[in-house]
């Protein structure tokens, strides 16, 4: 116990003197998740320890996560209802929700685990590891719960009780709509005339005073640097960008400070690594992944989505038109081919990767159902990303709180339908189209493509010939051949044979074949009748075949006696691909003249179908000869045979050795994960609570009535016509003036992201049942000046990362905590740790191992057809890693990383004994400080522990591995410490711990 403690110490605080409530305050809580503090509450006696945690922790968690869908007082999905312990215990459709007698199988654990992906609750909205784990701990130890939960069913108007819903109201209409502040128009307010040199502090400003809130102090350069390179860049600065910056600002008079930040800001704008870094917020919001959660099947062409992103920001593109391309940049590209680079119309289809990166079952057999659920989770997501509204709700009925019906949800619905989103196969497959390219390009591509084709038709052939033999004499009529044929229809059967016509090589109508069963009994008899004295060829048609008898035994009955003939039925009959030749034979009137098939001694099936004896000059050498001749004969023949079965399977390899050659350069065509217009684009019914088999009246196409009812200009001016795709008309309403939502939806992101919090704390949530903004004419007049700026996002943010507001202190008066407790003034700033990507990048900078700079294309291992236990190559930015579904990179999934199956607009901000063990055990964490270590390129035979250390070099050392790891020099009260760690652990041990230090961890 006392080595955690001095160990977690260590990891706490640089320096004791130095500890922080905020720090002392992360490590208790830590410790306490460590030991189990919440089941110790949980264990203790009494109803007042219960009531205590269930009202406080449980019934809260299950409030917001659950009731909405099943509770009595909005409805009970499935017939599950959460709002009693009763209710849970009866359970729904699928069974109790609750087991106390069998905690591992409630179902409710199953659903909150996410480990089902046919039993995924809440929808949306995943619980984070913390909720679930109070949900555990709480069924584990025996669900105990308020008297009042257990049978009253909870959150009625009349209860009254802490577990009530929070607020009882029924949907917002249409007509109401504009009740509701996010479906206003916008209103751009002039600026507050209070001195501010920035809009937002003036507004701001306005607000403290209101509020009587002193603001914080502003924060020193060197944090303000800090901070805005976490911000703008996803990393710790280095020493060096540091040093740099302070010396402006230490070099300048203090007037000029703010065109210094300005300055300052411009450079990190215009930065790679910028684009990298807000292409990464949007990616959470898109549910960008290179892979499926089912069977870890990858996308081998998303990578092209994440460069595209990542180019729009560092060029500044107008993000209405950002938007418009994901939407429908590929009818863009339709609409208006001519005049564009080549490079506009790939950017354009690429941008539709959007539509198609959703986490759908492709296995699911019911495809209607498959396309519906894929067509509602694409709905869901635009709903998020671009409107913050919860557009998902309003597929099985009326939005319960919303101004959304059903009607609106399926005229968006019939849009997307409009558009084909996978093909069907047993396991359904996403669309791949080619990339727009130049003419020259096209030429090389359709070329090979042809080439393909005739290899592909040459090869089918050939292997049929070597399945079947050279057909160019395939079905004959005995009465075209010369001599006397008898065929299998006039020939003696002994035995039962079996007709069939099935390989085209035959005389007359078919042929017989013994169906390989009882060997040694059967055989057919081909009698001529009396045939005139003289020499003859005999020759029998056979269709030849891999299951074929190899040892087929023809015996000819001449004038000289008997012969056997072994004939190989396997390879091609060598003549005309139809006879094999039995040799000549001396036939005598009436005498000895015909031929037996037999299955004696057979190898595969037997075939017989016609014999022919055709007469020819006798010379005298025949007599002789004739004996002799089949024989001799039949071991040419078979030789002449093999020759050729052994020069087709040269060709064959040849051909598909050529044709993979081939295919390989057809791959590298370019190629984008998209959704192809449908033929016949239309309009779709209801879904009478959402079933695909239940259909209800047939929906117009078309958008939000919340919006439109009230925008009779936006309605008549942007419709889906019957011909209409209806995707580049929802492009054309999503960035319309009149949509008030979406230029304030993306301030707002924007805010969030550089302020910790959002002006709507709510980020993906503008409906009723989300927090209204705190401030609606400061987001008002950001999002019109966002809009009159051209949607710059580059503006955006420097105005924000020049203002006093982004510049304030986490320090909070007591004055500030209690009359502004939420912080809906930003008079303070907010502590914040880095997000797993950014905690990740920082550590490969400080190790000296992050590769930086350059065009990144699939970093995604040539071969790699799933990404179970894949291996992440450790030293490129996060961004530009495979973002597998079942294989996160090391650290984002323990430091809250985005989970790519959703639109994720607020991660999770949990801290859990995991991560402490993370960045004191991981290896990779390990393996960085050694690298970084290694990078202060001390001599080859340089001691790594203080004690072969002289003291001058020991703290050339310790300076080198702060300003790496920090960006800073230790000060003077650290360097003690450091030896002591030295001295205990060496380089490597100091270096680690400063790489998991807060100082490294958190934003100032």
Same mark, same amino acid.
């Given at each position: ?735 319309? *003036? %009149? !949509?008030?939502?979406? /230029? &304030?939806?993306?301030?707002? $992101? ?8 959002? +002006? ?60 502004? *407790? %939420? !912080?809906?003034?930003? /008079? &303070?700033?907010?502590?914040? $740790? ?8 920082? +550590? ?61 607009? %607020? ?98």
């Amino acid at each position: 116990m006392r080595f955690c403690f001095d160990r977690l110490s260590r990891f706490c605080f640089l320096d004791p003197s130095k500890a922080s409530l905020t720090n002392a305050m992360f490590w208790c809580g830590l410790l306490l998740a460590l030991f189990g503090a919440f089941d110790a509450t949980f264990a203790q006696d009494g109803p007042k320890a219960i009531d205590e945690v269930f009202e406080k922790q449980v019934r809260p968690l299950l409030i917001s996560k659950c009731y909405e869908c099943h509770s009595q007082s909005t409805e009970q999905n499935g017939g599950l209802s959460m709002d009693s312990l009763e209710g849970m215990l009866k359970g729904g459709d699928s069974g109790p929700a609750l087991i106390v007698e069998s905690p591992e199988n409630s179902l409710i654990l199953r659903a909150i685990r996410y480990r089902d992906p046919k039993l995924l609750m809440p929808p949306e909205n995943r619980m984070s590891a913390s909720e679930v784990r109070i949900l555990e701990d709480w069924i584990a130890l025996g669900a105990k719960a308020s008297v009042d939960f257990q049978k009253k069913p909870e959150g009625t108007p009349q209860d009254g009780k802490p577990g009530a819903l929070a607020t009882q109201r029924s949907a917002l209409g249409v007509e109401q709509a504009r009740e509701h502040w996010a479906y206003r128009p916008l209103v751009r307010s002039e600026v507050p005339a209070n001195g501010q040199s920035n809009p937002i502090d003036a507004f701001l400003a306005r607000g403290s005073e209101s509020l009587q809130v002193e603001p914080s102090r502003l924060v020193d350069e060197r944090t303000w640097i800090r901070r805005l390179a976490i911000d703008l860049h996803g990393m710790n600065p280095s020493y060096e960008s540091i040093d740099s910056a302070l010396k402006l600002f230490q070099t300048t008079d203090d007037s000029q400070w703010d065109s210094i930040r300005s300055r300052l800001v411009d450079e990190y704008l215009a930065s790679a690594r910028y684009g990298e870094r807000f292409a990464r917020h949007w990616m959470d919001v898109v549910r960008y992944a290179e892979s499926l959660t089912l069977r870890g099947f990858v996308f081998p062409d998303v990578w092209r989505y994440r460069n595209y992103l990542i180019e729009a920001y560092n060029q500044d593109r107008p993000f209405d038109g950002v938007i418009a391309e994901q939407i429908a940049g590929d009818l863009m590209n339709r609409q208006s081919p001519h005049g564009r680079t080549i490079e506009e119309l790939q950017r354009r289809l690429v941008a539709t990767t959007f539509w198609a990166i959703g986490d759908h079952n492709y296995e699911e057999q019911d495809k209607k159902q498959l396309e519906m659920d894929a067509v509602d989770e694409q709905i869901e997501v635009f709903g998020r990303t671009f409107l913050a509204q919860t557009l998902g709700c309003a597929r099985c009925h009326d939005h319960k709180f919303d101004p959304i019906p059903t009607a609106d949800y399926y005229a968006l619905a019939g849009i997307l339908k409009s558009s084909v989103s996978m093909d069907h196969e047993n396991v359904s497959k996403w669309i791949r189209q080619p990339l727009p390219m130049s003419d020259q390009e096209q030429q090389k591509f359709d070329g090979l493509a042809k080439k393909l084709q005739e290899v592909k038709k040459e090869l089918s052939e050939l292997k049929d010939r070597k399945k079947q033999g050279n057909q160019s004499a395939t079905v004959v009529s005995s009465q075209e051949v010369s001599g006397v044929v008898v065929d299998d229809r006039k020939a003696k059967k002994i035995g039962s044979w079996k007709e069939s016509n099935s390989v085209k090589v035959y005389i007359d109508e078919g042929y017989l074949h013994d169906e390989n069963k009882d060997r040694g009994s059967k055989s057919v008899t081909f009698d001529p009748g009396s045939l005139a004295s003289g020499l003859y060829t005999v020759r029998m048609s056979y269709a030849h075949g891999e299951n074929r008898s190899s040892k087929t035994q023809v015996r000819v009955f001449n004038a000289d006696g008997e012969t056997l003939v072994v004939v190989n039925q396997k390879t091609p009959p060598p003549e005309d691909g139809l006879w094999f030749n039995l040799g000549k034979y001396r036939f005598e009137k009436d005498g000895a003249a015909f031929v037996i098939v037999s299955n004696e001694q057979a190898d595969g099936h037997v075939i017989a179908d016609s014999v022919q004896f055709m007469p020819e000059l006798e010379d005298s050498s025949t007599k002789d000869s004739a004996k002799k001749q089949p024989q001799a004969e039949s071991k040419s023949s078979d030789k002449n045979v093999d020759q050729q079965h052994e020069s087709m399977i040269k060709q064959i390899a040849i051909l598909e050795k050529l044709q993979t050659e081939i295919q390989k350069e057809l791959d590298l065509r370019p190629m984008a994960q998209t959704l192809r217009p449908a033929d016949s684009p239309s309009d779709i019914p209801i879904h009478v609570r959402g079933s695909v088999h239940r259909l209800g009246p047939v929906v117009e196409r078309g958008f939000l009535s919340c919006i439109n009812a009230h925008e009779p200009e936006l309605n008549r001016r942007i419709r889906v016509q019957a011909a209409d795709n209806g995707r580049l008309e929802l492009a054309q309403w999503t960035i319309a *003036p %009149e !949509n008030p939502l979406t /230029a &304030r939806v993306y301030v707002n $992101r924007i805010w969030y992201h550089m302020m910790g919090r959002g +002006i709507v704390p709510t980020v993906d949530n503008f409906g009723t049942t989300g927090s209204p903004p705190s401030d609606p004419q400061l987001l008002d007049w950001l999002a019109s000046e966002f809009i009159a700026q051209d949607w710059s996002t580059k503006w955006l943010v420097q105005t924000i990362a020049t203002s006093k507001a982004y510049r304030r202190s986490i320090a909070a008066s007591p004055d500030s905590l209690e009359k502004d *407790p %939420e !912080n809906q003034v930003f /008079a &303070r700033g907010l502590l914040r $740790r880095l997000d797993s990507e950014s905690l990740r990048d920082s +550590i490969l900078q400080a190790s000296g191992e992050l590769q930086v700079g350059g065009s990144v294309g699939s970093t995604i291992r040539p071969g790699t057809k799933e990404d179970y236990r894949y291996e992440h190559q450790a030293d490129l930015r996060s961004v530009y890693l495979p973002w597998f579904r079942n294989a996160l990179p090391p650290l984002i999934r323990e430091f809250d990383g985005a989970n790519p199956s959703f639109s994720i607009s %607020e991660r999770n901000r949990s801290t859990v004994a995991t991560q402490a063990l993370a960045m004191m055990n991981h290896p990779w964490v390990r393996q960085r400080a050694t690298a970084l270590v290694a990078s202060l390129n001390l001599p080859a035979n340089a001691p790594r522990d203080a004690a072969q250390l002289d003291e001058g070099k020991l703290d050339t050392a310790i300076e080198s591995i702060f300003r790496k790891a920090l960006g800073r020099n230790p000060e003077a009260t650290e360097q003690p410490w450091a030896r002591s760690v030295v001295e205990n652990g060496g380089l490597e041990e100091l270096a680690h711990q400063l790489l998991a230090s807060i100082d490294f961890r958190y934003a100032p």
